[in-house]
Protein backbone atom coordinates (compact mmCIF):
# COMPACT_ATOMS: atom_id res chain seq x y z
CA UNK A 1 0.00 0.00 0.00
CA UNK A 2 1.60 3.06 -0.40
CA UNK A 3 2.50 5.60 1.90
CA UNK A 4 3.20 9.52 3.11
CA UNK A 5 7.06 9.08 3.64
CA UNK A 6 8.61 11.79 6.23
CA UNK A 7 12.74 12.59 7.03
CA UNK A 8 13.88 12.37 9.14
CA UNK A 9 12.01 10.90 11.66
CA UNK A 10 13.79 12.99 14.48
CA UNK A 11 15.69 16.42 14.18
CA UNK A 12 17.54 18.71 16.40
CA UNK A 13 17.99 22.09 16.29
CA UNK A 14 19.13 24.96 17.98
CA UNK A 15 16.77 27.99 18.42
CA UNK A 16 17.13 30.73 16.06
CA UNK A 17 17.92 27.91 13.21
CA UNK A 18 16.61 27.18 10.05
CA UNK A 19 15.33 23.45 9.98
CA UNK A 20 13.67 22.13 6.60
CA UNK A 21 11.12 19.16 7.27
CA UNK A 22 10.53 16.85 3.86
CA UNK A 23 7.55 14.97 2.66
CA UNK A 24 7.01 12.59 0.19
CA UNK A 25 3.24 12.67 -0.44
CA UNK A 26 1.71 9.60 -2.22
CA UNK A 27 2.71 9.69 -5.92
CA UNK A 28 -1.05 10.54 -7.38
CA UNK A 29 -2.71 12.89 -4.26
CA UNK A 30 -3.32 16.56 -5.12
CA UNK A 31 -3.88 17.89 -1.58
CA UNK A 32 -1.69 18.35 1.00
CA UNK A 33 -1.33 19.14 4.86
CA UNK A 34 1.12 19.71 7.69
CA UNK A 35 -0.40 19.13 10.93
CA UNK A 36 1.68 19.01 14.51
CA UNK A 37 1.67 18.20 18.19
CA UNK A 38 3.13 19.52 20.74
CA UNK A 39 4.08 16.73 23.74
CA UNK A 40 0.75 15.98 25.32
CA UNK A 41 -1.55 18.16 23.70
CA UNK A 42 -3.55 17.35 20.55
CA UNK A 43 -3.07 17.42 17.13
CA UNK A 44 -3.14 20.74 15.44
CA UNK A 45 -3.65 21.80 11.58
CA UNK A 46 -1.17 23.96 10.95
CA UNK A 47 -1.95 24.14 6.56
CA UNK A 48 -2.96 22.62 3.47
CA UNK A 49 -1.98 22.98 -0.01
CA UNK A 50 -3.74 22.85 -3.02
CA UNK A 51 -2.30 23.62 -7.06
CA UNK A 52 1.00 24.88 -5.94
CA UNK A 53 -0.72 27.06 -3.30
CA UNK A 54 -1.77 27.18 0.43
CA UNK A 55 -5.38 26.73 0.36
CA UNK A 56 -5.49 27.43 4.46
CA UNK A 57 -3.52 28.14 7.01
CA UNK A 58 -3.96 28.18 10.60
CA UNK A 59 -3.24 30.88 13.27
CA UNK A 60 -0.15 29.09 14.37
CA UNK A 61 1.29 29.18 10.72
CA UNK A 62 2.59 32.78 10.60
CA UNK A 63 5.60 34.13 8.82
CA UNK A 64 8.15 32.43 10.44
CA UNK A 65 6.18 28.86 8.40
CA UNK A 66 6.29 28.36 4.84
CA UNK A 67 5.82 25.31 2.36
CA UNK A 68 6.74 24.67 -0.93
CA UNK A 69 6.65 21.71 -3.61
CA UNK A 70 9.89 21.87 -5.11
CA UNK A 71 10.24 19.53 -7.38
CA UNK A 72 6.22 17.54 -7.81
CA UNK A 73 7.56 14.52 -5.47
CA UNK A 74 8.37 16.63 -2.00
CA UNK A 75 6.88 18.62 -0.13
CA UNK A 76 8.78 20.59 2.65
CA UNK A 77 8.12 22.49 5.40
CA UNK A 78 10.36 25.46 6.35
CA UNK A 79 10.46 27.03 9.71
CA UNK A 80 12.52 29.79 9.08
CA UNK A 81 13.84 30.47 12.99
CA UNK A 82 13.54 28.25 15.33
CA UNK A 83 11.84 28.73 18.64
CA UNK A 84 11.82 26.01 21.51
CA UNK A 85 7.87 26.02 21.42
CA UNK A 86 8.51 24.76 17.82
CA UNK A 87 9.51 21.36 19.57
CA UNK A 88 6.74 19.25 18.07
CA UNK A 89 6.25 16.18 16.48
CA UNK A 90 5.09 17.55 12.70
CA UNK A 91 3.04 15.15 10.31
CA UNK A 92 2.49 15.21 7.12
CA UNK A 93 -0.90 14.29 5.17
CA UNK A 94 -1.93 13.84 1.74
CA UNK A 95 -5.23 13.58 -0.32
CA UNK A 96 -6.16 12.43 -3.95
CA UNK A 97 -9.61 14.59 -3.61
CA UNK A 98 -9.57 16.77 -0.70
CA UNK A 99 -12.05 15.09 1.24
CA UNK A 100 -11.46 14.25 4.75
CA UNK A 101 -12.04 10.81 5.66
CA UNK A 102 -9.30 10.38 2.66
CA UNK A 103 -6.24 11.57 4.48
CA UNK A 104 -3.05 9.49 4.60
CA UNK A 105 -0.95 10.28 7.19
CA UNK A 106 3.16 10.03 6.99
CA UNK A 107 4.99 8.81 10.24
CA UNK A 108 6.09 12.23 11.55
CA UNK A 109 9.41 13.80 12.04
CA UNK A 110 10.07 14.97 15.96
CA UNK A 111 11.27 18.21 16.02
CA UNK A 112 13.64 19.14 19.28
CA UNK A 113 14.26 22.93 19.71
CA UNK A 114 16.81 23.39 21.88
CA UNK B 1 -15.81 28.43 17.56
CA UNK B 2 -15.46 24.16 16.61
CA UNK B 3 -13.70 21.78 19.37
CA UNK B 4 -13.79 18.58 19.78
CA UNK B 5 -13.64 17.24 23.35
CA UNK B 6 -12.27 14.17 24.55
CA UNK B 7 -12.43 14.02 28.39
CA UNK B 8 -10.52 11.16 29.09
CA UNK B 9 -6.57 10.76 28.52
CA UNK B 10 -6.46 7.64 29.15
CA UNK B 11 -8.87 4.92 30.26
CA UNK B 12 -7.70 1.19 31.14
CA UNK B 13 -10.14 -2.02 30.95
CA UNK B 14 -9.37 -5.44 30.99
CA UNK B 15 -9.59 -7.80 27.94
CA UNK B 16 -13.09 -8.89 27.43
CA UNK B 17 -14.40 -5.73 29.28
CA UNK B 18 -16.51 -3.18 26.98
CA UNK B 19 -14.91 0.42 25.80
CA UNK B 20 -16.53 3.24 25.22
CA UNK B 21 -14.37 5.92 24.28
CA UNK B 22 -16.11 9.35 24.66
CA UNK B 23 -16.19 12.45 22.15
CA UNK B 24 -18.22 15.44 22.04
CA UNK B 25 -18.09 18.56 19.52
CA UNK B 26 -19.35 21.54 19.07
CA UNK B 27 -20.39 22.84 15.82
CA UNK B 28 -23.46 24.48 14.64
CA UNK B 29 -23.10 22.98 11.10
CA UNK B 30 -23.46 19.71 10.20
CA UNK B 31 -20.01 18.00 10.59
CA UNK B 32 -18.72 14.87 9.60
CA UNK B 33 -16.85 12.80 12.48
CA UNK B 34 -14.45 10.51 12.40
CA UNK B 35 -11.88 8.11 14.96
CA UNK B 36 -8.55 8.25 14.15
CA UNK B 37 -6.00 5.56 15.82
CA UNK B 38 -2.52 5.46 16.81
CA UNK B 39 -1.33 2.11 17.49
CA UNK B 40 2.58 2.30 19.40
CA UNK B 41 5.48 3.58 17.01
CA UNK B 42 3.03 3.61 14.09
CA UNK B 43 1.17 6.43 11.57
CA UNK B 44 -2.09 8.04 12.57
CA UNK B 45 -4.65 6.00 10.52
CA UNK B 46 -8.52 6.30 9.78
CA UNK B 47 -10.84 4.11 12.19
CA UNK B 48 -14.21 4.58 10.72
CA UNK B 49 -16.55 7.63 10.08
CA UNK B 50 -19.70 8.29 11.25
CA UNK B 51 -21.36 8.84 7.30
CA UNK B 52 -20.39 5.44 7.05
CA UNK B 53 -21.95 3.26 9.68
CA UNK B 54 -19.71 0.66 9.82
CA UNK B 55 -18.07 -1.19 12.35
CA UNK B 56 -14.33 -1.79 12.04
CA UNK B 57 -12.59 -3.79 14.34
CA UNK B 58 -15.65 -4.30 16.42
CA UNK B 59 -15.38 -0.64 16.80
CA UNK B 60 -18.50 1.64 16.28
CA UNK B 61 -19.40 5.27 16.65
CA UNK B 62 -22.79 6.80 16.51
CA UNK B 63 -23.43 10.13 15.53
CA UNK B 64 -25.92 11.93 18.56
CA UNK B 65 -26.92 15.50 17.11
CA UNK B 66 -28.80 16.31 20.15
CA UNK B 67 -25.97 15.26 22.57
CA UNK B 68 -23.51 16.30 20.14
CA UNK B 69 -21.46 13.26 21.01
CA UNK B 70 -19.56 10.58 19.23
CA UNK B 71 -18.52 7.63 21.61
CA UNK B 72 -16.25 5.32 20.22
CA UNK B 73 -18.01 1.90 21.59
CA UNK B 74 -16.35 -1.97 21.65
CA UNK B 75 -18.26 -4.82 23.53
CA UNK B 76 -15.18 -7.06 24.10
CA UNK B 77 -11.83 -5.22 23.95
CA UNK B 78 -8.94 -7.30 23.14
CA UNK B 79 -5.35 -6.48 24.00
CA UNK B 80 -4.18 -5.42 20.26
CA UNK B 81 -7.12 -2.20 20.73
CA UNK B 82 -4.47 -0.73 23.31
CA UNK B 83 -3.41 2.51 21.70
CA UNK B 84 -4.16 6.26 20.75
CA UNK B 85 -7.69 7.33 19.76
CA UNK B 86 -8.20 10.65 18.26
CA UNK B 87 -11.63 11.95 17.93
CA UNK B 88 -11.83 14.79 15.06
CA UNK B 89 -14.35 16.86 13.19
CA UNK B 90 -14.35 18.07 9.74
CA UNK B 91 -16.36 21.06 8.71
CA UNK B 92 -15.39 22.00 4.86
CA UNK B 93 -14.52 20.45 1.91
CA UNK B 94 -11.13 21.91 2.20
CA UNK B 95 -10.73 18.99 4.34
CA UNK B 96 -9.14 20.88 7.40
CA UNK B 97 -10.24 18.44 10.08
CA UNK B 98 -10.06 19.39 13.80
CA UNK B 99 -8.49 17.01 16.27
CA UNK B 100 -9.38 16.21 19.95
CA UNK B 101 -6.55 15.77 22.67
CA UNK B 102 -6.66 11.73 22.57
CA UNK B 103 -7.70 8.84 24.58
CA UNK B 104 -4.83 6.75 25.27
CA UNK B 105 -7.08 3.46 25.74
CA UNK B 106 -4.72 0.84 27.78
CA UNK B 107 -6.16 -3.12 27.57
CA UNK B 108 -5.45 -5.07 30.14
CA UNK B 109 -4.60 -9.21 29.92
Known amino acids: EPEVTQTPSHQVTQMGQEVILRCVPI?????FYWYRQILGQKVEFLVSFYNNEISEKSEIFDDQFSVERPDGSNFTLKIRSTKLEDSAMYFC????????????FGSGTQLSVL | AQRVTQPEKLLSVFKGAPVELKCNYSYSGSPELFWYVQYSRQRLQLLLRHISRESIKGFTADLNKGETSFHLKKPFAQEEDSAMYYC???????????FGSGTRLSIRP
Open chain 1, 93 to 104: ASSQTGESEKLF
Open chain 1, 27 to 31: SNHLY
Open chain 2, 88 to 98: ALSYSSASKII
